[in-house]
């Protein structure tokens, strides 16, 4: 063959192989596609069967004005009783995996090892068991947010005993309940639980000078890493799961040209303070994020850091405490840096002012900006910043006001996987496994019962709680039979009768 026709073939091939790659809609062999749930979100029964109380039954109940809407989780979408209907609902749309948490609470009503309570460890078996009946991998998170109230009344996670007082807990769970999981989330979102410890949003509901979230979130990396130990040492030969840690994510894009070093340092205040630790070659917190509110400490007087200093040891062992990177995404800023002026605070405690593109549109909830690439953007830094770790999305939605014709979370869906496919086939981010949240509508913390995020409708005024298919679940269904995005469906919700 003439040499010209050869490099001719060479390129030919090469241009139909971008291409393909380019508009790869298909997920590849092994890829987990399901949805979520955590247990005060859905579960209800809050003082059934002997389940303790928890921060979040505390604060509902102590101060029932910091909800919007003045609700609670004591129903919810009442699943503690409608369990295998959920399970049934799962498999009606074939999901792979089901991510649900677990009430720290209904296992040890007073927190500690001391008293377990059976009915607790019973339900999640059953719940563990019918999902597998139906060949559905249980994703199970040790803690959502809902720790007893009791160790509360201790300090809750400013409090260092945390640390063993959570480690005894996830023991108990993988002695009693790891031989039916494979996929553990250690805690959801570190960042967001230590906002409990800065204002009144959530629970807690404490605020703690500008110190409390920080020793928070030391004692949360503790008590992560603590467990990860735990099952690496005791448990995973005989179990083999994997196990990981859910940090929220968000996406960061310049507000200027200048702004373009700034989302480095939005990066690593938000997603970075927990990342960095677990998941980067050096581990501790980010050096930018280290020297900022380091300053900032200084110029209040105070004569340490408020971001404590982790020792070596900790360092070491917090250090690559992962088997895989649990993401939360759902949205994305604009950063602008605020240059500190000598002698005055850095902004914020970390230089950089967040905002939003008023393009963006919104859903529901106004913090929930619809910004598809910034899904892919976060993914590429996650890839760069700590080498390729496998990533499972364990959070990914759209808030409504529940309608049963939710074309806008069937598109934000559908434009944020196509992101993520992109992420995957043109950069070669590791991505392994995508979750929907949520399954049901149900208790949306602050903000009650007033946006919903369910791909399947919850009647919260009726006693039954009944559920109905919403049409983005009859798509999520297509999409996994396909297992390829699928060009969007217009068709009625069609409500199941089990
Ligand atoms: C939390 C969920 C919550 C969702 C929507 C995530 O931060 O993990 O519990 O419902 O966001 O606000």
Known sequence: MELRYFFALIILNLSIEWVI??????????????????????????????????IWD???????????????????????????????LLNEIGVDHYRLSLSWPRILPNGFSNRINRDGIDYYKRI?????????????????????????????????????????????????????????????????????????????????????????????????ATAYHIYDEEFRAKQGGKVGIVIPCPGMFPKTEQDTEATDTGYQYICGLVAHPIYSKNGDYPEVIKTRIGENSKLQGYAASRLPELSQRWIQYIKGSYDYFGLNHYSSFLVEAVPKKNGSLWYNDCGVKLSFDPKWPTAASSWLKVVPEGFAWTLNKIRTEYENP????????????????????????????????????????????????????????????????????VDFNDTNRPRKLKLSALWLKNVIRARRLEPIIDAAPIVLSL
């Not at 579960?43 to 069967?49: D, L, P, V």
């Not at 029932?64 to 503690?80: C, I, K, T």
């Open 128 to 224: 563990l068991n019918g999902l597998r009946e139906k060949n559905i991998e249980p994703v199970v998170t040790l803690y959502h947010w809902d720790h007893p109230q009791i160790l509360e009344e201790m300090g809750g996670w400013t409090n260092e005993l945390i640390v063993e007082w959570f480690a005894d807990y996830s023991r108990i769970v993988f002695r009693e309940l790891g031989d039916k999981i494979k996929y553990i989330a250690t805690i959801n979102e570190p960042i967001m639980i230590c906002e409990g410890y800065a204002g009144t949003e959530k629970a807690p509901g404490k605020k703690i000078l500008d110190i409390g979230k920080y020793i928070c979130l030391q004692n949360i990396l503790k008590a992560h």
């Open 390 to 457: 496998p990533v499972y999305v364990m959070e990914n939605g759209y808030s409504d006001t529940g309608e049963l014709q939710d074309h806008k979370r069937i598109d934000y869906l559908q434009s944020y996987m196509k992101s993520m496919l992109k992420a995957m086939y043109q950069d070669g981010c590791d991505v392994r496994g995508y979750t929907v949240w949520s399954i049901l509508d149900n208790f949306e913390w602050e903000r009650g019962y007033t946006e919903k995020f369910g791909i399947v409708n």
């Open 58 to 88: 505390n604060f509902t109940h102590e101060h029932p004005y910091f909800v919007v809407d003045r609700s609670n989780g004591d129903v919810a979408a009442d699943s503690y009783h409608k369990y295998n209907e959920d399970i049934d």
């Open 21 to 54: 790659a380019r508009n790869n809609h298909t997920f590849p062999d092994g890829f987990l596609i399901g949805t979520a749930s955590s247990a005060y979100q859905v579960e209800g029964a809050w003082n059934t069967n002997g389940k303790g109380p928890s």
